[in-house]
């Protein structure tokens, strides 16, 4: 029991973590994808270096940059704010993808008789585009979410106090009794929490492929 009220003490900062970083991403990913759908060939090419260049370093490399390595002044990041932004911008860049991903799903005839019906450039975009490729990234970003919620555990690394950083502090304070219960507990708070998003998830493909 002991170490599950120890686990449990770690789930606020588990789901801030998760939370922030997804806010993060879901906003940082608009302009991201913006500039993967620029008709400017420089601006879509340096937008899709940063973006590769973002997804192809792993994490934890980002968290502990951020962490050890990143100072404004005398300003550094501590290990919370290192865990949000670096997992956030990490977000960013996925999202943007499945964002982009989404657009590229429709047909380019709606963007043809959008104009044809005298809708600007941006009205064509907010009011017919956006809308329809919001549905159908939402099964995508709702899946990300999950995964998020996993890497978050990448934060006890660099000593966020999330579940799993909770789960190795009982172990070392407890070593001749702890075993890996608090590990399992973790995990078990892991799925308790994944189950219901992926339901979602796949409630709201099943829906999506219906409508479509």
Same mark, same amino acid.
């Given at each position: 029991?002991?170490?599950?009220?120890?686990?449990?003490? @770690?789930?606020?900062?588990?789901?801030?973590?998760?939370?922030? &970083?997804? &806010?993060?991403?879901? $906003?940082?990913?608009?302009?991201?994808?913006?500039?993967?759908?620029?008709?400017?060939?420089? $601006?879509?090419?340096?937008?899709?270096? %940063?973006?590769?260049?973002?997804?192809?370093?792993?994490?934890?490399?980002?968290?502990? %940059?951020?962490?050890?390595? $990143?100072?404004?002044?005398?300003?550094?990041?501590?290990?919370?704010?290192?865990?949000?932004? @670096?997992?956030?911008?990490?977000?960013?860049?996925?999202?943007?993808?499945?964002?982009?991903?989404?657009?590229? #799903?429709?047909?380019?005839?709606? #963007?043809? &008789?959008?104009?044809?019906?005298?809708?600007?450039?941006?009205?064509?975009?907010?009011?017919?585009?956006?809308?329809?490729?919001?549905? #159908?990234?939402?099964?995508? $970003?709702?899946?990300?979410?999950?995964?998020?919620?996993?890497?978050?555990?990448?934060?006890?690394?660099?000593? %966020?106090?999330?579940?799993?950083?909770?789960?190795?502090?009982?172990?070392?304070?407890?070593?001749?009794?702890?075993?890996?219960?608090?590990?399992?507990?973790?995990?078990?708070?892991?799925?308790?929490?994944?189950?219901?998003?992926?339901?979602?998830?796949?409630?709201?493909?099943?829906?999506?492929?219906?409508?479509?």
């Amino acid at each position: 029991m002991e170490a599950v009220v120890a686990v449990l003490l @770690g789930l606020p900062m588990t789901l801030l973590v998760t939370a922030a &970083a997804f &806010a993060i991403g879901l $906003v940082g990913g608009i302009p991201l994808m913006l500039g993967l759908r620029s008709r400017h060939r420089v $601006v879509r090419l340096a937008v899709r270096f %940063v973006v590769d260049l973002i997804r192809g370093i792993p994490p934890i490399v980002w968290l502990f %940059v951020l962490f050890f390595g $990143v100072s404004i002044g005398a300003l550094r990041f501590n290990a919370l704010a290192a865990a949000i932004v @670096g997992l956030g911008i990490i977000s960013a860049a996925y999202l943007a993808e499945i964002y982009r991903g989404g657009f590229a #799903t429709l047909p380019a005839g709606q #963007t043809e &008789a959008a104009h044809a019906l005298g809708l600007g450039r941006r009205s064509t975009f907010v009011r017919v585009l956006a809308p329809q490729a919001a549905r #159908t990234a939402l099964p995508s $970003v709702t899946t990300f979410l999950l995964a998020l919620l996993k890497d978050s555990s990448i934060a006890s690394t660099i000593g %966020v106090t999330d579940m799993v950083f909770a789960a190795n502090t009982f172990v070392r304070q407890n070593p001749m009794t702890a075993g890996l219960t608090p590990f399992f507990v973790a995990a078990a708070v892991y799925v308790a929490i994944s189950i219901p998003l992926a339901i979602v998830a796949r409630r709201l493909d099943a829906r999506m492929r219906r409508s479509a």
